[in-house]
């Protein structure tokens, strides 16, 4: 059987993602951050968007493009503390911004991709981050029930993928990006350099390119990802 082809260009794959769409970001900070996904979905315009991101990055860098722009609505994530514009938006309404724990988000997003519905956890019990949230009890231990997250679209950057989508990350720019790739209907990944199926040993495949929808080689590597030294 012969594998297909998923290379596209970035515009074409970026059109799918319609107004309201929940859209997964990889990335800590500036490691994993798929930078020119973020750009093509700016231009694209979509709307109303849900983001599923770690961090809110800093102002003039990855999803903070979408905020200035007005095109999300909802921010679930860890932190906002380097980006002023994310806070701002906070704090005026505009912007709806869910917290967790970034180990909670992280396994909240992998039972995603498992399959699971939710997963439980005694962090946050009688603080702010359990309001509103079910409690159960096992062995007379209270536990806050953590819905799973999933997404329309996970935007995901890698070093390398082959023509299949497998994909391979380097160091920290796994973070989140191989628990997205698991967790969304459509799986648009960015890769710095793209190489023909059979190219990547098996050993250095981090995401298999079953969970990969299209992928896209980077023409150039803009000032963005220049914090990334290899």
């Not at 979905?41 to 961090?55: P, S």
């Not at 396994?107 to 409690?135: M, P, Y």
């Not at 806050?144 to 997250?149: R, S």
Request: hydrophobic share 45%; with cysteine; proline share 4%.
């Amino acid at each position: 059987m012969k594998l297909p082809d998923k290379t596209c260009r970035i515009e074409e794959a970026i059109a799918r993602i319609g107004d309201g769409a929940t859209v997964m970001v990889g990335g800590f900070g500036v490691p994993g951050t798929p930078m020119t996904l973020i750009h093509a979905l700016v231009e694209h315009g979509a709307r109303g968007l849900t983001l599923i991101k770690n961090d809110a990055n800093e102002p003039g860098m990855g999803i903070d493009h979408l905020l200035q722009a007005g095109q999300v609505s909802r921010l679930i994530t860890t932190h906002l503390g380097l980006n002023g514009t994310a806070i701002a938006l906070m704090n005026s309404g505009a912007l709806e911004v869910e917290f967790n724990a970034q180990g909670i988000l992280a396994e909240r997003i992998r039972a995603g991709g498992a399959g699971l519905g939710a997963i439980l956890s005694d962090i946050g019990i009688g603080t702010e981050l359990a309001l509103g949230k079910q409690v159960v009890e096992m062995e007379g231990k209270p536990y806050l029930v953590e819905p799973a997250l999933r997404a329309d679209v996970a935007l995901i950057h890698a070093d390398r993928a082959d023509t299949f989508g497998n994909l391979a990350y380097v160091a920290t720019a796994q973070n989140f990006n191989p628990l997205m790739a698991m967790a969304a209907t459509c799986v648009i990944a960015e890769a710095e350099r793209l190489v023909p199926l059979g190219a990547l040993d098996a050993n250095d495949v981090h995401t298999p390119g079953v969970f990969v929808d299209h992928v896209a080689e980077l023409s150039t590597i803009s000032g963005e990802y220049g914090v990334v030294q290899r």
